[in-house]
């Protein structure tokens, strides 16, 4: 196309230039991090929280959710995707807004059904080119950001038995069985809580909300 008849389409010139600033990090080097994270072994058996953790109860002042998500290695391949969505990152990133993040650890993530940027719907529509090109690269960075967004909750302290709708507009709420937390719907336990900040806390979870 001659730079002339680009002329001719301004709104052509704006759509391009609003994808662009809507992809943070192109597809491929998102997939190629997942995979590096996700063929890792697991970690010891050692607690990697031990250094981290304040005593239970007590909240980190000062500190913010995006200051402390990176730093805990069994949710080292959730809290990447976390960074590849501006919504999210922005948000963790807000010492003035409250969130719960409901980490799924890394094992919950290698065996997820189908990676987070896929779809099956996508798949059915498009075939096996799906994620191809850039209308399939903005197909995968939706999904993945539906998929990072359904396990942020916008509260916190978030109470027992309180429904709210996360980030990606799917409600969920918890309740107590047998001293585990329990997030429904779906039964998806609570395996421990890595961290409790200023802006809210971060609960691993062992299965996926998406
Ligand atoms: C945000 O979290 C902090 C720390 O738990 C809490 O003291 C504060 O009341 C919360 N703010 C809101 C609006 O929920």
């Known amino acids: ?3 002339a008849s680009l002329l001719a389409y301004p709104a052509a010139i704006a759509c391009l230039v609003l994808a662009a600033s809507a992809v943070p990090r192109p597809l491929e080097s998102i997939i190629e991090s997942f995979n590096l994270l996700s063929q890792q072994s697991p970690l010891g058996k050692h607690n990697p929280f031990i250094n981290i953790m304040p005593p239970a109860g007590e909240v980190s002042t000062g500190v913010i959710i995006s200051d402390v998500i990176g ?3 069994t949710i080292a391949i959730f809290s990447g995707l976390t960074r590849d969505i501006d919504l999210v990152s922005d ?4 010492a003035a807004k409250n969130a719960t993040v409901l980490a799924p650890d890394n094992g919950v993530m290698r065996n997820l059904k189908r990676k987070p940027w896929e ?4 798949y059915d529509s498009f ?3 799906a994620y191809d090109g850039d209308a399939g690269e903005d197909r995968a960075h939706k999904n993945l950001r539906r998929f990072v ?5 916008p509260e916190s302290p978030w109470a027992e038995g309180q429904k709210v709708k996360t980030l990606a507009g799917n409600e969920v709420w918890y309740e107590t069985k047998d001293g585990k937390k ?3 719907p779906g039964d998806v336990e609570v395996t421990s809580i890595a961290d409790k900040v200023s802006n809210g806390e971060i609960w691993i979870i062992s299965g996926s909300l998406a």
Do not use: W, Y
Not at 119 to 122: I, K
């Open 1 to 3: 196309m001659k730079p």
């Open 71 to 73: 730093k805990t290695q």
């Open 182 to 184: 329990m997030i429904q």
């Open 91 to 94: 948000r963790l990133d807000d």
């Open 127 to 129: 075939g096996a080119n």
């Open 149 to 153: 967004e359904s396990h942020i909750v």
């Open 119 to 122: 779809d099956q719907d996508d």
